[in-house]
């Protein structure tokens, strides 16, 4: 049966330690926009070198003038500071020798946040099987064959952590998210998998589950009318079911601070925890 955990993390009880994540090397996947960037700001605020990764290089670029110019890198060692890498996810096959002939400083990332994500836009039988694998490969391969490279160097590192950017819908049934809430849902059994198999080299993996986030691409180009169709779904569901839930919304700074969390908190491991906690 799935099992879910929930925790609150409040802004205010990670916000006092400003350079806890100092010596730290994070690559967060999806860093160009959204989620993403956001938590970029939180953790590269907290000292944390970051390494983005997405398509966009325009963007990225200007992402990481920013993080340099906000949040310096402290450590007279790191010389270049944040930096970022531009790769194609939906390569998933390629991600894992991309990284290694491209980014030989990978082994210090201690760090990995599996973020990048697109949705999805039609029914099932209305998906066709090129898009169906577009979001398969980004969605759900690029973070296995990230986390089965990361984990290899990071068991050799302080604070080794994994955290998954899964959502609400893995849990909950809407029409029109058929596949991607099938790859949310392989990220949540990923997660809980990698955990207990990491659990003897101290490597935490933990996932968030946000609602809507509505400051994102992706959650302002969100059907509302499919989320309030799901809501009355759920008024007639078994009480005893997951799906049980209806749909909250939140803000890329609230899951970027839960996910700040679950980096610093040095114990949990295994979590899948819903943003916002209810
Ligand atoms: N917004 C919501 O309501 C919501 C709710 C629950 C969960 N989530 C999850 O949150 C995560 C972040 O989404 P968001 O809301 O921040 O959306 P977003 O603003 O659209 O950001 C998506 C990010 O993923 C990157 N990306 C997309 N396709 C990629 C590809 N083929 N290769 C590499 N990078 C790619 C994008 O960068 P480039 O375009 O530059 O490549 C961008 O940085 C996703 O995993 C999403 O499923 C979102």
Excluded: W
Excluded at 71 to 82: D, I
Excluded at 88 to 110: M, W
Excluded at 130 to 137: G, P, R
Excluded at 208 to 221: A, F, H, R, Y
């Amino acid at each position: 049966m799935f099992r879910m955990f929930n925790r609150k993390y409040s802004l205010s009880s990670i916000g006092h330690a400003q350079h806890i994540l100092s010596g730290q090397h994070a690559l967060i996947t999806g860093g160009s926009r959204g989620l993403g960037l956001a938590i970029a700001k939180n953790l590269s605020s907290k000292g944390c070198k970051v390494t983005l990764l997405a398509r966009n290089e325009t963007r990225l670029k200007a992402n990481v003038k920013l993080l340099n110019e906000e949040y310096p890198v402290s450590e007279l060692s790191e010389k270049k500071g944040h930096d970022y890498l531009v790769f194609d996810l939906a390569n998933s096959h390629q991600i894992e020798s991309f990284i290694k002939q491209q980014y030989p400083a990978y082994k210090q990332v201690n760090i990995l946040i599996n973020c990048a994500g697109i949705s999805q836009h039609s029914l099932l039988i209305g998906s066709k099987p090129e898009e169906i694998q577009t979001i398969i490969n980004i969605n759900l391969l690029s973070p296995i064959f990230l986390s089965k490279l990361f984990a290899r160097s990071m068991m050799r590192l302080i604070n080794p952590n994994i955290v998954n950017v899964s959502s609400l819908l893995s849990i909950q049934p809407s029409p029109g998210t058929s596949i991607y809430s099938i790859t949310k849902s392989g990220l949540n059994s990923l997660t809980k998998n990698l955990s207990l198999e990491m659990q003897r080299k101290k490597i935490r993996v933990n996932a968030v589950l946000p609602g809507l986030i509505e400051d994102t691409d992706i959650g302002k180009g969100v059907n509302k009318d499919a989320i309030s169709s799901a809501n009355s779904l759920n008024t007639t569901a078994d009480t005893n079911s997951a799906s049980n839930i209806t749909f909250p919304t939140t803000t890329s700074t609230e899951v970027a601070s839960v996910v700040s969390g679950l980096v610093c908190d040095g114990r949990s491991s295994g979590e899948l925890v819903v943003v916002p906690h209810k």
